[in-house]
């Protein structure tokens, strides 16, 4: 599978947390974009029929539930700007969030919404602390599947049933997680889920997933509705039109076709894999990371258990780490700088040597040593 991907001729790619490299499914797919453009007979309906029977084999959610969104923020956006929110209601979130699941819910204040935002503790959700911001008077909670820069996994299944019991919609940016970690959404008890591709699903940047509960959907209404989002969109002569009964109604004009089909494309990919043997690969190789880090006494962010954690390794070395991700960018070692963290994010094409690469240039480039074996 690794030749899916043509960045590592010439690259150790492990950055699959910030934007996937094009694989060859993909850039086949966005090549029948092109084919299929002067042709009339294009099936749209069909191209929407298999989006959304590969979202529900990913996520283990009701087909009726999936919609398309143009990125994470998008499909969030979409239910803070059409539940229906009273003065003195109240959400709860991390100050650990990345910002498309920060800054959204900040504007509620603007509309009387109390946003409470717990501190953490070294960029870490206590989900005893988080459900504790909760009462009465919450409607909502908002989290990230995986957190950006710890690498934190959430037990989604404590807090979705907790939230169930409460009458709380459980709102996830699931981004960080979908493709490298197994999610049923029905079973954790997600009310909203919005991710976009181009991260471990290996898709393109403005093609995204979203999903609603039936409660959701029964509560959630469009203020405005979209051309696409009725019963029967394609009666263009109709004037007043009846909203989709699923989360079609969610939907406003044309959709990205050649951002579906490649996000399609890679779906397909990571399904014929399986995403349960892709989650074992990735943890073997985080366990490789982090056996390296602690072994040379460096500073481990992420979780060292493997339930609280997924594809994301961020750790600082005794060096600069801006010197060390400069220096690693300069041998080709793709990998990302993070609040003053190195973050290294592999997936199912990596392999162990290329962890061994990143510790050789931080442990022995830097240190103007020939070998160092560790």
Not at 123 to 143: G, H, N, P, Q, R
Not at 224 to 243: M, T, V, Y
Not at 350 to 361: L, M, R, S, T, W
Request: aromatic share 10%.
């Amino acid at each position: 599978m690794r030749q899916y991907f043509p960045i590592f001729d010439n690259a150790v790619f492990l950055n699959f947390a910030g934007v996937a490299p094009v694989s060859i499914p993909v850039r086949d797919a966005v090549i029948r974009w092109t084919e299929i453009g002067s042709k009339s007979d294009f099936d749209y309906n069909q191209l929407i029929s298999d989006a959304k029977y590969l979202y529900s084999k990913l996520l283990n959610g009701s087909i009726n539930g999936f919609f398309f969104t143009r990125n994470t923020t998008s499909g969030l956006q979409i239910f803070i700007q059409n539940f229906p929110w009273r003065s003195g209601d109240s959400v709860v979130i991390s100050d650990c969030e990345f910002p498309a699941n920060r800054l959204p819910w900040l504007g509620l204040k603007n509309q009387g919404v109390d946003v409470r935002v717990l501190k953490t503790k070294n960029m870490k959700i206590s989900l005893e602390e988080f459900i504790s911001l909760c009462d009465e008077t919450t409607k909502a909670v908002s989290v990230s599947f995986v957190q950006y820069l710890s690498g934190q996994r959430i037990d989604l299944m404590t807090l979705g049933k907790f939230c169930r019991e409460k009458n709380i919609m459980l709102v996830v940016d699931a981004i960080q997680g979908l493709g490298v970690v197994p999610i049923d959404v029905e079973e954790a008890g997600i009310d909203w889920l919005s991710a976009d591709g181009h991260k471990w699903l290996c898709g393109p940047e403005g093609a995204g997933i979203g999903w609603a509960s039936q409660r959701a959907m029964e509560i959630v209404k469009p203020k405005s509705s979209g051309w696409l989002a009725q019963k029967n969109p394609f009666n263009f002569e109709q004037f007043d039109c009846d909203l989709a009964l699923d989360a079609n109604m969610y939907l406003d004009g044309s959709i990205n076709v050649i951002g579906i089909m490649a996000l399609n494309a890679a779906i397909k990919m990571l399904l014929d894999i399986g995403i349960e043997v892709i989650y074992k690969k990735v943890l073997s190789l985080t366990d490789y990371a982090i056996n390296i880090i602690k072994q040379r006494d460096f500073l481990l962010l992420t979780p060292e258990r493997e339930l609280d954690r997924a594809g994301i390794v961020t750790f600082k070395s005794k060096n600069d780490p801006i010197i060390d991700f400069e220096t690693l960018k300069r041998q080709n070692i793709i990998c990302s700088l993070r609040g003053g963290y190195l973050r290294i994010s592999p997936h199912f094409v990596n392999v162990e040597g290329d962890i061994d690469q990143v510790f050789e240039v931080i442990i022995n480039g830097l240190k103007g040593r020939v070998s160092d074996p560790f």
